[in-house]
């Protein structure tokens, strides 16, 4: 079935310091793929997503590429503030689908 | 313009009873969706409703059933409650129910917590 793969965390990093958190899939067909962010006491945002092979998604400075491929799509930044520290979650719509498979989530801390 | 938005923030239930969660979708959104949470781990999706009909439903009992209201808003009822079902239950709402590419927007949560 359906199902998304997400690095293990929680992962702590100095400010400035280069971010990647990884994400692999398991899915057919072509689904449509997320990175969902979830700052203290707030809900989950949408950070960015690509909805074919080789789409690159990016916001607020971070980016993922859709790797067919490798069935990947890690999530990358190359300086991470202090204000980054949240739990991200990767995740997927499968083709023709509504609903979304998330992965566990990493937890990011930034220190100063 | 006001987000998704669900009451109650916290519940405490026990072992058998039964709860009603609701959501509001974000204005101008048709579509809402219930996720389960469980501490540390990713959203589970429940169910999808649309049209006030349930649409696609995940790997959850019939314990767990719903509603959609002809303003959109829902309800999410959990029947014969176990311990287990204790987590954050989140509420997403999009327009229309296509295509997985449209955002879903989340609401901050319910805390459930069965004791």
């Known amino acids: 079935g359906d199902s998304v793969t997400q690095m293990e965390g929680p992962v702590t990093l100095s400010e400035e310091a280069f971010l990647t958190i990884n994400c692999t899939y398991t899915?057919?067909?072509?689904?449509?793929l997320f990175w969902y962010v979830q700052y203290p006491g707030e809900g989950l945002q949408l950070l960015l997503k690509?909805?074919?092979?080789?789409d690159k998604g990016s916001n607020k400075g971070f980016e993922a590429t859709y790797r067919k491929e490798t069935t990947s799509f890690h999530l990358e930044k190359g300086s991470v503030q202090v204000s980054d520290s949240a739990v991200y979650f990767c995740?997927?719509?499968?083709?023709?689908?509504?609903?979304?498979?998330f992965g566990t989530g990493t937890r990011l801390t930034v220190i100063p | 313009d006001a987000g998704v938005t669900q009451s109650p923030t916290h519940l405490i239930k026990t072992r058998g009873q039964q709860v009603t969660l609701r959501c509001s979708p974000k204005?101008?959104?048709?579509?809402v969706s219930w996720y389960q949470q469980a501490l540390g781990q990713g959203p589970q999706f429940i169910f999808q409703?649309?049209?006030?009909?349930?649409?696609q439903r995940g790997n959850f009992p019939d314990r767990f059933s719903g509603h959609q209201f002809p303003n959109y808003s829902s309800e999410l009822n959990v029947n014969a409650l176990l311990l287990g079902d204790s987590a954050l239950y989140l509420c997403?709402?999009?327009?229309?129910?296509?295509?997985?590419?449209?955002?879903?927007?989340f609401g901050p949560g319910t805390r459930l917590t069965v004791t």
């Open positions: 997403a709402s999009r327009l229309g129910p296509g295509g997985g590419s449209y955002e879903q927007y």
């Open positions: 899915a057919t067909g072509y689904p449509s």
């Open positions: 204005s101008g959104h048709d579509t």
């Open positions: 409703y649309y049209e006030e009909e349930e649409r």
């Open positions: 690509a909805t074919k092979a080789d």
């Open positions: 995740a997927l719509s499968p083709t023709g689908a509504n609903n979304l498979f």
